[in-house]
């Protein structure tokens, strides 16, 4: 039986996957959309793979019980070790392949940067799947772990004198590498889009892994005869693992969406 109507499931640590979110809206606005934000166990970036893992199946868990017909790690810290959670049994889109792909089309002097949390990094699979794609890419990375806390705490405005001086000591060592494309390895990341780009060349294409990795799953979606069949606009339902209210004012601020609902859930019980 097919289940076009059934909603799609993205899960994150907690706001970075809404740049997924975002993208979906505009290229398939009809699609139902349950979404899953860690937001009571946000940063994962900085903890160890076991309890990544630990928190991965619980928001996979939470995300089939409300019976989704895919499911997006719209997560790049989950999506580095996704070959070590095996338990699922539904089509399930890591933000790796899409991004990686969308990278080495982009780049025309075979230079490519890496940002993400040090979980990603420490992994180097971005990097790795990159050099399988073509073994004279050029492939440097870096951990920006305090980016995640910029993001959550609405701290992304270009003028902010914080958020610059951040960037400025993450990416300082990207300045002289030439490269001209540049990974935003982290979900959280192109919501300091306009801070990074204030600050390296005009020159450097960034990858947005949140929106490269909507436009993948619209197509497996579109292949898989899975779209919604419905002309009605898509109805958006977030939880998230803590207070809703902040998270609340973010998405609507983010999304510029006027009807949404937010509920708390306890996902230590999945
Ligand atoms: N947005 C996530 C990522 O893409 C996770 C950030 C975090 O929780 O550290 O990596």
Do not use: W
Not at 41 to 53: D, E, F, L, W
Not at 121 to 139: A, G, P, Q
């Amino acid at each position: 039986m097919k289940n076009n109507n059934l909603p799609i499931g993205i899960f994150d640590s907690g706001l970075g996957g809404l740049t997924t979110v975002k993208e979906f809206i505009k290229i398939l606005p009809n699609e139902n959309i349950v979404y899953f934000g860690d937001t009571g166990r946000v940063p994962y970036g900085t903890k160890s793979q076991k309890i990544i893992i630990k928190y991965a199946k619980q928001d996979i868990n939470f995300l089939k019980f409300k019976n989704v017909k895919i499911i997006i790690i719209a997560c790049g810290t989950v999506s580095s070790i996704v070959p070590k959670i095996s338990t699922f049994d539904l089509k399930l889109v890591s933000t790796v392949k899409p991004t990686i792909n969308a990278a080495a089309l982009a780049t025309k002097n075979n230079r490519i940067g890496i940002i993400g949390t040090n979980a990603t990094i420490r992994s180097s699979t971005y990097k790795n799947e990159l050099e399988k794609i073509n073994k004279n890419f050029f492939v440097c990375q870096k951990a920006c772990p305090m980016f995640v806390p910029l993001v959550e705490n609405g701290i992304t405005n270009e003028n902010d004198p914080v958020a610059m001086e951040i960037v400025r000591r993450y990416l300082e060592e990207f300045k002289n590498k030439n490269i001209d494309t540049l990974i935003l390895g982290c979900t959280h990341y192109p919501m300091l889009k306009q801070v990074i780009r204030k600050f390296l060349p005009s020159n450097i294409t960034f990858v947005d892994s949140g929106k490269e990795t909507a436009k993948f799953t619209a197509n497996i979606l579109l292949k898989k005869d899975l779209l919604n069949s419905s002309k009605k606009p898509g109805k958006y339902n977030f939880f998230i693992s803590d207070e809703v209210s902040i998270f609340k004012e973010q998405a609507k601020r983010f999304l510029k969406l006027e009807k949404f609902s937010v509920n708390e859930v306890s996902i230590e019980k999945f």
